[in-house]
């Protein structure tokens, strides 16, 4: 590095406010800091940012990571020892490993390559007698053909569990994803997502019966809250435990967060959209993939990744790829590397590269450049020249 080096451009930033700052600052004087009243108003915002209304009420549920919300879901809907659950190998291992907390078996089905999502059509032939739920992931904020799938699982008796981590906001035929017919759908507010609370998630759903069980287990199978206690009129210090749930709570520190980004979720979206258009203008002519783009009707992109692929034709790999950014200061990122290739999947299932070939193709070429807010147009320029740059010399 020279004296004078522009400094590092992170792969990923959080974009907290003033706002987050004084509503956290709140949160922390008013001497409740584990889940309680900014942990309720988080979760009657997000149903309401979602359109939860008397006519169709959702119930928002927040959980310390999404990788809880959906072990709580997949634990409501009634997963057990020994069932099979439809997944992606395209995705992060929380999307699966939560199937594997509850004894069950992820069923991996291959993506599409035009949309990184499972292949709706290659769903049905791995339907077994023992499949009980599908787990679709919104990749990168696309949404997956929900109509398809839903249609699917209505004809197979299967219950849907949507992985949402990457898609506030994204829609599906207009609607907005976490509103869809699906049985839960959780969002994750992680420090890289497309608005954070630091480590969080959110289980939506219409079922009450289910909610209540997600929110019984979410807190050690306790049938009330700390804060329940704490204001209602039953004695503070009574409580029963009807299961051995799990630690899986929000703190209001956490949730502070969350009410002040939640209401940027929207203008979050707006901006990475312009970068994104502003990125595949400049970028069409380079022997590059372009990311996939909504093609359904009413269909919109969070745009939470920018995920490229370089063509064989480039005279560059992947991996050198990624190194040339480094080294002009630049951090990209990969997403994801297919859980079939990891070693406790690929051992445990007997899995081969060339079992999904989609999935595998896609990543060898897969490499996603930094798209967030806290950007200006200069970052998004300097990353389009960088990688011109070295597209060029490696030509
Ligand atoms: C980040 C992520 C998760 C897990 O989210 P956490 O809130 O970190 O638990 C799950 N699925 C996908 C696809 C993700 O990218």
């Not at 017919?181 to 289980?203: C, L, P, R």
């Not at 979050?268 to 993939?289: K, S, T, W």
């Not at 992109?301 to 790829?321: F, K, M």
């Amino acid at each position: 590095m020279s004296e004078h080096a522009t400094p590092f451009l992170p792969f990923a930033l959080p974009d907290i406010g003033e706002e987050e700052i004084a509503e956290v600052v709140d949160a922390l004087r008013s001497g409740w800091v584990t889940t309680g009243p900014k942990t309720r108003q988080f979760e009657a915002d997000f149903a309401q940012y979602l359109g939860s209304s008397e006519a169709d009420p959702l119930q928002a549920i927040s959980v310390n990571s999404a990788t809880a919300g959906l072990h709580l879901a997949l634990e409501a809907i009634g997963i057990q020892p020994g069932d099979e659950v439809i997944t992606t190998p395209y995705t992060f291992t929380a999307s699966a490993e939560v199937i594997r907390y509850l004894g069950a078996h992820p069923v991996f089905v291959d993506i599409d390559p035009a949309t990184f999502n499972i292949d709706p059509e290659k769903i049905e032939a791995a339907i077994t007698p023992r499949t009980r739920a599908i787990i679709p992931v919104h990749f990168a904020g696309l949404a997956c053909d929900m109509t398809r799938i839903l249609q699917l699982a209505r004809q197979h008796g299967l219950k849907v569990v949507e992985d949402a981590a990457h898609t506030l906001p994204s829609r599906h035929r207009g609607a907005l994803i976490g509103t869809l017919q699906s049985d839960a759908t959780v969002f994750s507010f992680y420090a890289t997502k497309t608005i954070t609370t630091g480590e969080g998630g959110m289980v939506v759903m219409r079922d009450k019966a289910l909610a209540q069980r997600c929110r019984t287990m979410r807190l050690h199978g306790i049938n009330r809250d700390a804060f329940d206690r704490y204001v209602s009129k039953t004695p503070a210090w009574y409580y029963e435990v009807v299961a051995p749930g799990f630690k899986y709570n929000l703190t209001d520190i956490a949730s502070a967060l969350g009410i002040q980004q939640l209401k940027k979720a929207d203008r979050f979206q707006q901006r990475r959209q312009q970068m994104a258009e502003r990125y595949n203008a400049a970028l069409a002519d380079l022997p590059l993939i372009l990311p996939p783009k909504a093609t359904i009707a009413g269909d919109s992109h969070s745009w939470h990744l920018y995920v490229l692929q370089v063509r064989p034709e480039a005279g560059i790999n992947r991996d050198q790829l990624i190194q040339a950014m480094a080294d002009r200061g630049i951090g990209c990122s990969v997403h994801f590397i297919p859980l079939h290739l990891q070693p406790y999947w690929r051992d445990t299932y007997a899995l081969k590269p060339e079992d999904f070939p989609h999935a595998l193709q896609v990543y060898q070429g897969a490499f996603s450049l930094p798209l967030y807010t806290r950007m200006s147009d200069a970052d998004v320029e300097r990353v389009i020249a960088a990688l011109r740059d070295i597209l060029r010399s490696a030509a």
